[in-house]
Antibody
Framework: QVQLQESGPGLVKPSETLSLTCTVS????????WNWIRQPAGKGLEWIGR???????NYNPSLKSRVTMSVDTSKNQFSLKLSSVTAADTAVYYC?????????????WGQGTTVTVSS | QSALTQPASVSGSPGQSITISCTGT?????????VSWFQQHPGKAPKLMIY???NRPSGVSNRFSGSKSGDTASLTISGLQAEDEADYYC??????????FGGGTKLTVL
């Protein structure tokens, strides 16, 4: 079955760039779209954006100026870069997708990775 | 884009039914049948419970149902069980090809 695993530094300094990777197993990346979602501790979910295998992207307007997503189908990975981070970017970051025909409802999620922004 | 509006909390006794609302605009909930509902237990990743307003993924109990009227979508859980206690989030596709979540609703089973 399709599985996702986030990876990346757990600690990022303010003003630097957060970089995360999601490794996909059990699915062809060319078939679906791939999302990033985050959740600050004790708060709600925030959609960051999605990327298609073609490289086409859609981003949350509130983050668009700082977000870059990329995909590497040869490695079965997609990535998130968030620049100029502040403490407000501290959150659990999830990657998610919808490989079972659930449209824009993501039914496969990674376990999440905690990123703390602090000096 | 503004977050969809959900009640902060709802509660019900075992066996009862509860409904969680999710209000948006004609640019998201009202404009598309792409409303989803997620259940999240503490420390866990969200789980898809409903997609495209009314559809249940394989394996999700038929006690969970979704509906929509105008700019408001709803999740109904019937026959409440203790394990239903969790946070619930709605999401919707938007007119700018983005996705927006609701603020979340904490369900307490009394």
């Amino acid at each position: 079955q399709v599985q996702l695993q986030e990876s990346g530094p757990g600690l990022v300094k303010p003003s630097e760039t957060l970089s995360l990777t999601c490794t996909v197993s059990g699915a062809s990346m060319s078939s679906y779209y791939w999302n990033w979602i985050r959740q600050p501790a004790g708060k709600g979910l925030e959609w960051i954006g999605r990327i298609y295998a073609s490289g086409s992207t859609n981003y949350n307007p509130s983050l668009k100026s700082r977000v870059t997503m990329s995909v590497d189908t040869s490695k079965n990975q997609f990535s998130l870069k968030l620049s100029s981070v502040t403490a407000a970017d501290t959150a659990v970051y999830y990657c998610a997708t919808a490989p079972h025909g659930s449209g824009y409802g993501m039914d496969v999620w990674g376990q999440g990775t905690t990123v703390t922004v602090s000096s | 884009q503004s977050a969809l509006t959900q009640p902060a909390s709802v509660s019900g006794s075992p066996g009862q039914s509860i409904t969680i609302s999710c209000t948006g605009t004609s640019s998201d909930v009202g404009g598309y049948n792409y409303v989803s509902w997620f259940q999240q237990h503490p420390g866990k990743a969200p789980k898809l419970m409903i997609y495209e307003v009314t559809n249940r993924p394989s394996g999700v109990s038929n006690r969970f149902s979704g509906s929509k009227s105008g700019d408001t979508a709803s999740l109904t859980i019937s026959g409440l069980q203790a394990e239903d206690e969790a946070d619930y989030y709605c999401s919707s596709y938007t007119s700018t090809s983005t996705l927006v979540f609701g603020g979340g609703t904490k369900l307490t089973v009394l």
